[in-house]
């Protein structure tokens, strides 16, 4: 099983960026994609940025498109997501994940593996 392990996290003001960062262990060579969602009580968990593994190809969810992007590093095992302009409506516990196919629909991504999730707070 995967391990995936998140961190990054915090509270920022409207306007400002962070970089979570994805520290992956385990048989990563058995998901496609490794990905981000987000999630706020009362919602259901929702897909904001995906990568091919050991590929470049990328998909976001239109809320984010333009300010945040999704990168990897092989080398570290890691992987990550750059915010940019971040806003209120950003503010969500986010988590890491291995897909098994590269769907930011969770019902379409056949099996996942999730990280315990990191906190993002902003504030306007």
């Known amino acids: 099983q995967v391990q995936l392990a998140e961190s990054g996290g915090g509270s920022v003001q409207e306007g400002d960026s962070l970089t979570l960062s994805c520290a992956v262990s385990?048989?990563?060579?058995?998901?496609?994609?490794m990905a981000w969602f987000r999630q706020t009580p009362g919602k259901e968990r929702e897909g904001v940025a995906r990568i091919e593994h050991g590929g470049t190809g990328t998909d976001y969810a239109d809320s984010v498109k333009g300010r945040f992007t999704i990168s990897q590093d092989f080398a570290k095992n890691t992987h990550y997501l750059q915010m940019n302009g971040l806003k209120p409506d950003d503010t969500a516990k986010y988590y890491c994940?291995?897909?098994?196919?590269?769907?930011?629909?969770?019902?379409?991504?056949?099996?996942?593996?999730w990280g315990q999730g990191t906190q993002v707070t902003v504030s306007s």
């Open positions: 385990g048989p990563s060579w058995r998901y496609n994609c």
């Open positions: 994940a291995a897909l098994h196919y590269c769907d930011l629909r969770i019902e379409g991504a056949g099996q996942v593996s």
